[in-house]
Structures are given as structure tokens and as C-alpha cells.
T-cell receptor
Framework: DAGVTQSPTHLIKTRGQQVTLRCSPK?????VSWYQQALGQGPQFIFQ???????QRGNFPDRFSGHQFPNYSSELNVNALLLGDSALYLC??????????FGQGTRLTVV | GENVEQHPSTLSVQEGDSAVIKCTYS??????FPWYKQELGKGPQLIID?????GEKKDQRIAVTLNKTAKHFSLHITETQPEDSAVYFC?????????????FGTGTRLTIIP
């Protein structure tokens, strides 16, 4: 079992650009959540996808959007990147009422 | 919304001694409290969790206690080993196991001194 996989592991973008991050959930999991972790901080909830719909959303602007595909994989899109968007982006997957497993994250640097 | 506070921010203990990390939460509706360990360059790894209908849970050298009245929960690591060095996060949620958002504490950097 590969667990939760995220791609890419690192990327550098210029302010104002757009970025797409990808996540494949753990086998058997149907729910995907995205978190942003700034340096030295705990992860902050962005949103959660279940059955291809956004089910919950944290306090993030509309520049952050997502998608879940029929195979349960998910994408996180961030438009009009700001320097403050630099962070580790974590994907977590779960199945119904099971614990959440995290991927290794994507380190985004905005310059 | 939920607010989770975690203390201390850094903790150094001698190998073999015990380490305790404490968290408080604000939302009385929270009923699921996981603890995650995060090593450098990796994502958080679930190490133990507890539900609100249980006061204590133990898994080998790791234990978690929950006081719902006081809204606080703690992680206890006994017989610490060098590989326990990492950042530990507590979290809280309303919905049980992972289907509701997790609100995390700010983390505790644990260093085990050989």
C-alpha cells in the first residue's frame, strides 16, 4: 500500500502565477482534505472533498479551489499566488469514520 | 471556531525519561483528539488518538489522557528514545475519525538527549 502520495514534492512559482497540486489517497479511502502548514506552525484546514464535492471549507480565500475525481484523487489549485502562500501543503485521506492519513506534502515557494 | 493551544513549544528530556505534552481546546462539541508526529521533511504521522467517551488510552510507550470537563488532553511518552525526537502536534475535531476538519495545535519540538 503506497499510502497517500502527493506531487510534486517541491516547486517554485512567481507571485501572481497559478499552481496545481495533486494527491492520490490511500487505497480504499474516499475522503480527501487539504491543509496548509506554514513554517513552524501547525497545519491549517483548507477544505475537504467527498463524493467529488467540497464538503467543508476553512478560512481561505476563493483563490484556493479544489477538485476530486471519480477515482478519489484530488487537486488543489491556487490562483494569483502571494508570497504568503509559501508553505507545505498537505493532503490527508480517510474513509468514512476512520483516522486521517497524511501525505509527505508539497513544499511551495512563491518568489 | 475551535482553538487548540499546545504547550510547551519545545521540550528536551534525557533518554529514558518521560515526556508530557499538554493541549487545551475551546469547542465543547469536539469529540476526537489525535496526536501526530512529524519528522523533518515528512508529513504528520498519526501515533495515537482518543475519543471523548474514553478517559485514557495507551499503546506501548505512548499514552493519551482526556479531561472533557476541563477541555484538555495530554500525550505521555515513557522510556524516551532518540527516535522519539520530532515535532508533535495535537488536534481536535467534532466528527469522529477524519470526516470533520482537524484543528491543530502549534506543535512541540521534542528533543531526546542521549
Amino acid at each position: 500500500d503506497a499510502g497517500v502520495t502527493q506531487s510534486p514534492t517541491h516547486l517554485i512559482k512567481t507571485r501572481g502565477q497559478q499552481v496545481t497540486l495533486r494527491c492520490s489517497p490511500k487505497s480504499g479511502h474516499d475522503t480527501v482534505s487539504w491543509y496548509q502548514q506554514a513554517l513552524g506552525q501547525g497545519p491549517q484546514f483548507i477544505f475537504q472533498y467527498y463524493e467529488e464535492e467540497e464538503r467543508q471549507r476553512g478560512n481561505f480565500p476563493d483563490r484556493f479551489s479544489g477538485h476530486q475525481f471519480p477515482n478519489y484523487s484530488s487537486e488543489l489549485n491556487v490562483n494569483a499566488l502571494l508570497l504568503g502562500d509559501s508553505a507545505l501543503y498537505l493532503c490527508a485521506s480517510s474513509y468514512h469514520n476512520t483516522e486521517a492519513f497524511f501525505g509527505q506534502g508539497t513544499r511551495l515557494t512563491v518568489v | 471556531g475551535e482553538n487548540v493551544e499546545q504547550h510547551p513549544s519545545t521540550l528536551s528530556v534525557q533518554e529514558g525519561d518521560s515526556a508530557v505534552i499538554k493541549c487545551t481546546y475551546s469547542d465543547s462539541a469536539s469529540n476526537y483528539f489525535p496526536w501526530y508526529k512529524q519528522e523533518l521533511g515528512k508529513g504528520p504521522q498519526l501515533i495515537i488518538d482518543i475519543r471523548s467517551n474514553v478517559g485514557e488510552k495507551k499503546d506501548q510507550r505512548i499514552a493519551v489522557t482526556l479531561n472533557k470537563t476541563a477541555k484538555h488532553f495530554s500525550l505521555h511518552i515513557t522510556e524516551t528514545q532518540p527516535e522519539d525526537s520530532a515535532v508533535y502536534f495535537c488536534a481536535a475535531s467534532r466528527g469522529g475519525f477524519g470526516n470533520e476538519k482537524l484543528t491543530f495545535g502549534t506543535g512541540t519540538r521534542l528533543t531526546i538527549i542521549p
